[in-house]
């Protein structure tokens, strides 16, 4: 009985895994893991561009969801996973603040 059960979470977990994100889920992962907080907005144009303005004032313009990826990376990787006060994407570059106040433009 406890095989059948620890195989059933073993393929819940490879079939989740394998699964796309819907704007639902980067909604959600915006709010817990960039925002820290609560996201008041978040709007996706019809070029595909997003819009995130968080609960606590906090912005974020990205040319795609693809972004809140590197967004994800970017929060763990310099702002120790703090979350973001501000981030922007251009052509070459993503300039983004830590809640902490660093300030950051890294090439793409």
Known sequence: MKTLGLAALALAAVTTGCATNTQQDNFRE????LCNTEV???????????RIICSDGSKFALNSEETLETMRDINIDYCDGGGLGKFSESRNYYSFSCKSGTLLSLPK
Request: hydrophobic share 35%; aromatic share 14%; charged share 35%.
């Open 40 to 50: 008041d907005i978040y709007s996706v144009s019809d070029d595909g561009r997003v």
């Open 30 to 33: 915006a709010s817990f893991e």
